[in-house]
């Protein structure tokens, strides 16, 4: 097996380009506070975060923001908090100036400070970034304005802004997940769709446990999701807008399966399976004008179909070689060229949101994998292993997958997880019950 990520630096040049959803004076001085990760091994940087400063009565607020940024960082793998208590400079008032020395002294490599206030019945946040050991602001009077419901949202924004300025690469932080919420015991497993924010909060749910449901995917723009259910007998696909809930199935051809649908970068049309005839092909609709094109026609199963960042290729699973097998095709079909060639059966391979890696699970020795590998096939490398890991989704920075694993035993609760793709920070991702089938949106803001 070769090795994957020999060698990751994240010490980019500090980027202080204005992303945010609200009024924003930003100063461009980047300064020299890096991380670097090598050998997948990495001594979290160590960041001070005083409670933010309350205003008008958004006391509650100011604590609760404080307290999702610090989880935001540290869930990352990245960042370690230092405890409140040995703060040496009480942090007063927004514009109170650095104590630089005083921060220095207990080893905060960057201190974050910030405030919240009402203002007109919207909740302001303020926050300021600095680089201790250089004594640089690296983000000065950034805010953002929004309804007082959203504060968990923008918690996540000020993370997000952090995280970019300190790796060089985008956040994660202000997204969404779309999954298979399952209650009941194994062999009558009720499942429902399901919205939470990444990190498991506000979770809703999207449909009802009258009918099995599996795998939802989300639009580009992250207003519309697909997902396959069996309320019919047999699996087809859906189109739902979340705005209203409504949904729609997206062919009208009664008495063919279709299943593991996805959409295309530009949200126009849709790549998925159907059966027809005891063949199962994939194949392309452009949601316009519902013109339905096949991309494959073998006497194979061809599944679980993915698209480049750009739009002009596929990846899929196909078990057209005898086992169970990656290939790519362009987005209007003819040859595929097959890219897994280690052992084991592969499957569900998803294209990064960078465009460079696949992620894919590997099922070999009795194991589940989640692994990732070069768009050629090369470099792949295993992240997981367990009795069951299957399922991967790609953060929408390209640097973190989330996945279903399920416990062995007669009830095999499932759980998702997530995993940075050096493989290091696994860990679960909290959810209100047994969860699977997790899709990542892309960033709201």
């Given at each position: 097996?070769?090795?994957?990520?020999?060698l990751?630096?994240?010490?980019?040049?500090?980027?202080?380009?204005?992303?945010?959803?609200?009024?924003?004076?930003?100063?461009?001085?980047?300064?020299?506070?890096r991380?670097?990760?090598?050998?997948?091994?990495?001594?979290?940087?160590?960041?001070?975060?005083?409670?933010?400063?309350?205003?008008?009565?958004?006391?509650?607020?100011?604590?609760?923001?404080?307290?999702?940024?610090?989880?935001?960082?540290?869930?990352?793998?990245?960042?370690?908090?230092?405890?409140?208590?040995?703060?040496?400079?009480?942090?007063?008032?927004?514009?109170?100036?650095?104590?630089?020395?005083?921060?220095?002294?207990?080893?905060?490599?960057?201190?974050?400070?910030?405030?919240?206030?009402?203002?007109?019945?919207?909740?302001?946040?303020?926050?300021?970034?600095?680089?201790?050991?250089?004594?640089?602001?690296?983000?000065?009077?950034?805010?953002?304005?929004?309804?007082?419901e959203?504060?968990?949202?923008?918690?996540?924004?000020?993370?997000?802004?952090?995280?970019?300025?300190?790796?060089?690469?985008?956040?994660?932080?202000?997204?969404r997940?779309?999954?298979?919420?399952?209650?009941?015991?194994?062999?009558?497993?009720l499942?429902?769709?399901?919205?939470?924010?990444?990190?498991?909060?506000?979770?809703?749910?999207?449909?009802?446990?009258?009918?099995?449901?599996?795998?939802?995917?989300?639009?580009?723009?992250?207003?519309?999701?697909?997902?396959?259910?069996?309320?019919?007998?047999?699996?087809?696909?859906?189109v739902?807008?979340?705005?209203?809930?409504?949904?729609?199935?997206?062919?009208?051809?009664?008495?063919?399966?279709?299943?593991?649908?996805?959409?295309?970068?530009?949200?126009?049309?849709?790549?998925?399976?159907?059966?027809?005839?005891?063949?199962?092909?994939i194949?392309?609709?452009?949601?316009?004008?519902?013109?339905?094109?096949?991309?494959?026609?073998?006497?194979?199963?061809?599944?679980?179909?993915?698209?480049?960042?750009?739009?002009?290729?596929?990846v899929?699973?196909?078990?057209?070689?005898?086992?169970?097998?990656?290939?790519?095709?362009?987005?209007?079909?003819?040859?595929?060229?097959?890219?897994?060639?280690?052992?084991?059966?592969?499957?569900?391979?998803?294209?990064?949101?960078?465009?460079?890696?696949?992620?894919?699970?590997?099922?070999?020795?009795?194991?589940?994998?989640?692994?990732?590998?070069?768009?050629?096939?090369?470099?792949?490398?295993?992240?997981?292993?367990?009795?069951?890991?299957?399922?991967?989704?790609?953060?929408?920075?390209?640097?973190?997958?989330?996945?279903?694993?399920?416990?062995?035993?007669?009830?095999?609760?499932?759980?998702?997880?997530?995993?940075?793709?050096?493989?290091?920070?696994?860990?679960?991702?909290?959810?209100?019950g047994?969860?699977?089938?997790?899709?990542?949106?892309?960033?709201?803001?």
């Amino acid at each position: 097996m070769t090795r994957f990520l020999r060698l990751i630096t994240l010490a980019l040049p500090l980027v202080l380009t204005s992303v945010f959803a609200g009024p924003v004076l930003a100063q461009s001085n980047p300064g020299p506070l890096r991380i670097e990760i090598t050998e997948g091994v990495i001594e979290p940087l160590p960041f001070a975060l005083p409670q933010f400063i309350a205003g008008n009565g958004a006391n509650d607020a100011a604590s609760d923001i404080s307290r999702v940024i610090a989880a935001d960082l540290i869930g990352t793998g990245l960042f370690r908090e230092i405890p409140r208590s040995a703060h040496i400079s009480p942090v007063t008032s927004f514009d109170s100036p650095v104590q630089y020395n005083d921060w220095q002294a207990i080893n905060a490599q960057a201190l974050i400070t910030g405030s919240v206030t009402m203002e007109g019945g919207q909740m302001v946040v303020r926050f300021r970034l600095f680089d201790v050991f250089s004594e640089e602001p690296l983000g000065s009077g950034l805010q953002f304005v929004g309804s007082p419901e959203n504060w968990r949202r923008m918690a996540h924004n000020v993370a997000d802004q952090v995280y970019e300025r300190i790796t060089g690469e985008g956040g994660y932080f202000d997204t969404r997940v779309v999954f298979v919420a399952e209650e009941g015991p194994k062999n009558a497993r009720l499942k429902r769709i399901a919205l939470m924010d990444y990190d498991g909060a506000n979770v809703q749910f999207l449909t009802d446990s009258r009918s099995i449901v599996l795998a939802p995917r989300f639009s580009p723009s992250g207003d519309r999701i697909l997902y396959t259910s069996y309320e019919t007998g047999f699996p087809r696909v859906y189109v739902m807008d979340l705005a209203t809930v409504q949904r729609r199935p997206l062919d009208d051809l009664d008495g063919n399966m279709s299943f593991a649908p996805r959409f295309s970068p530009d949200g126009q049309s849709v790549v998925y399976s159907s059966e027809a005839g005891g063949n199962t092909d994939i194949y392309l609709m452009n949601l316009r004008t519902g013109q339905r094109t096949r991309l494959t026609d073998s006497p194979s199963i061809e599944t679980a179909p993915s698209f480049s960042p750009d739009g002009t290729q596929i990846v899929f699973e196909s078990d057209r070689s005898g086992t169970q097998q990656i290939y790519i095709m362009s987005v209007n079909g003819g040859e595929a060229r097959r890219i897994s060639r280690n052992d084991g059966r592969y499957g569900t391979p998803v294209w990064s949101p960078r465009g460079d890696l696949i992620a894919f699970t590997n099922q070999q020795g009795g194991r589940f994998h989640i692994g990732v590998m070069r768009t050629d096939g090369s470099e792949e490398r295993l992240l997981t292993s367990s009795f069951l890991d299957e399922g991967p989704t790609w953060a929408p920075n390209g640097r973190v997958i989330m996945f279903t694993r399920e416990t062995a035993g007669a009830d095999g609760a499932p759980a998702i997880y997530s995993v940075d793709i050096s493989g290091r920070n696994l860990q679960r991702v909290s959810t209100p019950g047994m969860a699977s089938d997790p899709a990542w949106s892309p960033l709201l803001r």
